[in-house]
């Protein structure tokens, strides 16, 4: 009796909790791995030195191309002239680019005579701006010249209220304090209007948007109700909309672009080719190290990840730039078709085959929506595959035209968690620059005027920018270097910050891939190519899983 009441208490309990393993019941719960994955020291140094190569090049590109030089509003400029191009009833015809440069580059001098007058910059202004290039040069002549005007203009005040009857310390300090707030609005100034190269501007716009663009994935601001406007219209300007998903990624994707391709065609395209062909290498190791620890738990070495990536070298950097040349080519082939409506009578032809044009159209939608939602797969697919570009793109099309609310179910919860975690990791490396520079601060006093020198060295950061201009002219030879250094720390945390982003970006596509691959193919997720060199992650350190309650991934053949 007493074991009939046993068996019918252990039917009535049904299945325990405990025991349900929750990543098999809802597979979309292991994209919450990618945080950990993304935090891998060995992934984050290879998107480190990704990120220092590119900012190599960068630098390279904005001297040798210094004559490109990026005036503030440029870019609203040029949208501006667009958007009259495709309806010119809009509005009174603006101003070409290189007329609006000029007109900017005229405007930008009388601003900064203007500045320097009020300023109480006592020479003469022809004088002083004459002969000055529009960069560099020109902003450090006028940031020397205000420095040098209010030095002049703290010296009076302190002479004037030592000549007073009644010295009063306080009047002193309410003047000299005034002063200092005139000289740093001044210098703010000469900053918003300096104009700068190609690729300082994109770095500055690309932190800037990624920013917010986690801000608005991680408030679930999608901009659904935008989608209209996003993709055929005009948008608003930066300043006058609250940034959504889709807008910040219109932005990134197809606005900066074509504004860079546009007005600084030759300067991008080096930057462009540049930063492809070591995405392709240093991507492609990061997908590696990214496929194994998913697939295996474990993780290879950094030697390994770059062999891996050197073997697969050629097929990275060619499985996102194949389906654009196929787009290409069916383009041509359309336009090469339509040169028969300038003919007479073929003129007749041509339009009796329109609608192999609109299949032609079919087609290049379909590679481009394809390679869109799927971009992000073609790295991981090689990396987990071991394959070539053409099987990667057969199985990123597949996967993602194929299962399109998977796919944008799993790249979206990718995209708000990771939005979460970067705003995370952001606050805690603010957090500590803030902490670092107040308690250091501490320990140093101001300088002549009550100026504060150590503001001027190491200036407030921002969350997700570099921080404000150093001011050089109230530094010494050494507080300069030291300057330098600091700055460089600074630049480490935001290189550090910005590396998460892309380990994580790597990380997360290689599970949206496993997770895609076992809905279509019904793989396992521990299938994974593993080379038969003895140098590679080999099959016994995967078998040491299998003491730990797992199965051992599958090695196979290339």
């Not at 440029?74 to 290189?98: C, K, Q, V």
């Not at 350190?541 to 599958?554: F, W």
């Amino acid at each position: 009796m007493d074991q009939r009441r046993n068996i019918m208490d252990e039917q009535s309990n049904g299945v325990q909790i405990e025991g349900v393993d929750w990543r098999e019941l809802f597979p979309a719960l292991r994209l919450f791995g990618a945080f950990r994955m993304a935090m891998q020291p060995t992934k984050l140094l290879l998107a480190m030195a990704f990120l220092l190569l590119v900012g190599c090049v960068g630098c390279v590109v904005d001297l040798a191309f210094s004559n490109h030089l990026v005036y503030p509003g440029e870019r609203a400029h040029l949208a501006h002239l667009l958007d009259h191009r495709r309806d010119p009833t809009s509005g009174e015809t603006p101003l070409g680019l290189s007329a609006w440069r000029r007109e900017v580059s005229q405007k930008m001098r009388e601003n900064v005579e203007e500045l320097l007058w009020q300023a109480g910059v006592k020479d003469d202004m022809e004088g002083l701006l004459e002969g000055r290039s529009e960069g560099r040069e020109l902003f450090a002549v006028a940031a020397s010249a205000v420095h040098e005007s209010f030095t002049q203009r703290y010296d009076e005040a302190v002479k004037e209220v030592e000549e007073a009857e009644s010295s009063d310390a306080a009047v002193l300090e309410k003047k000299l304090a005034a002063l200092r707030q005139q000289r740093r609005a001044a210098l703010a100034t000469l900053a918003a209007q300096r104009p700068r190269g190609i690729f300082a501007e994109t770095m500055a716009f690309e932190r800037a948007q990624i920013g917010e663009l986690a801000t608005a994935a991680a408030t679930f601001n999608l901009g659904l109700r935008q989608w209209p406007d996003v993709l055929s219209g005009p948008l608003p300007s930066e300043a006058d909309v609250t940034p959504s998903v889709l807008t910040v990624l219109r932005r990134l994707l197809v606005d900066h672009p074509r504004w860079l391709m546009q007005a600084h065609f030759w300067p991008a395209l080096v930057m462009t080719v540049a930063a492809v062909i070591l995405w392709a290498l240093f991507g492609g190791a990061m997908a590696r190290l990214a496929a194994v620890q998913a697939t295996c738990g474990t993780s290879c070495s950094l030697l390994e990840a770059l062999r891996f990536g050197g073997r697969k070298f050629l097929w990275m950097l060619l499985a996102p730039i194949m389906p654009l040349l196929f787009a290409l080519l069916v383009a041509l082939l359309l336009a090469l078709g339509g040169m028969l409506a300038n003919v007479w009578v073929l003129d007749m032809l041509a339009a009796l085959f329109y609608g192999v044009a609109l299949v032609g159209g079919l087609v290049i939608a379909l590679v481009v929506v394809g390679l869109l939602a799927g971009q992000n797969l073609l790295l991981p697919a090689i990396a987990v595959e071991g394959t070539d570009a053409f099987d990667a793109i057969s199985r990123i099309y597949n996967y993602a035209l194929g299962r399109p609310w998977r796919t944008i179910l799993y790249n979206g919860v990718a995209l708000i968690y990771g939005a979460v975690t970067y705003l995370f990791v952001a606050a805690l490396l603010f957090l500590a620059i803030i902490a670092a520079r107040s308690a250091v601060g501490w320990g140093h006093v101001t300088g002549a005027y009550g100026m504060p020198v150590f503001d001027a060295m190491v200036p407030p950061p921002t969350m997700h920018g570099d921080g404000g201009v150093i001011d050089w002219s109230l530094l010494g030879w050494s507080a300069k270097f030291a300057a330098v250094l600091v700055a460089g720390w600074h630049w480490l945390a935001l290189g550090l910050l910005l590396a998460f982003a892309i380990s994580f970006y790597v990380s997360a596509s290689t599970w949206v891939y496993l997770l895609l691959r076992r809905s279509a193919d019904a793989s396992d997720f521990d299938d994974v190519w593993l080379s038969d060199e003895p140098e590679q992650h080999s099959a016994p350190a995967v078998a040491s899983e299998s003491d730990q309650g797992t199965d051992p991934a599958p090695a196979a053949t290339e």
